[in-house]
Nanobody
Framework: QVQLVESGGGLVQPGGSLRLSCAAS????????MGWYRQAPGKQRELVAA???????NVADSVKGRFTISSDNAKNTVYLQMNSLKPEDTAVYYCNAWGVRGYWGQGTQVTVSS
């Protein structure tokens, strides 16, 4: 079991950057899959970027080259660095552990607008 708390969302202009943080209540070293999803109004929740059980990274085509997932095991925290943000990146961003049937954070709103 794990509790996940996201932070770092907000309002940013197109082309800007944000860094989201996901703090876990326990060590993330043994969490085999952990990452970020997002859900825009009227759309299904979709994968943004995640560390997979095989040790690799899965990144959505729509954010490749702009978003980077990273982690700090000492701080039990996973990050999502988002650069060159676009209005279509507007969504609630959720941290996830152990896949879609696992655990979720409460979400943090990211709004990209001029």
């Amino acid at each position: 079991q794990v509790q996940l708390v996201e932070s770092g969302g907000g309002l940013v202009q197109p082309g800007g950057s944000l860094r989201l943080s996901c703090a876990a209540s326990r060590s993330i070293f043994s969490i085999t899959a952990m990452g970020w999803y997002r859900q825009a109004p009227g759309k299904q929740r979709e994968l943004v970027a995640a560390f997979t059980s095989g040790g690799s990274t899965n990144v959505a085509d729509s954010v490749k080259g702009r978003f980077t997932i990273s982690s700090d095991n000492a701080k039990n925290t996973v990050y999502l660095q988002m650069n060159s943000l676009k209005p279509e990146d507007t969504a609630v961003y959720y941290c996830n552990a152990w896949g879609v049937r696992g655990y979720w954070g409460q979400g943090t709103q990211v709004t990209v607008s001029s």
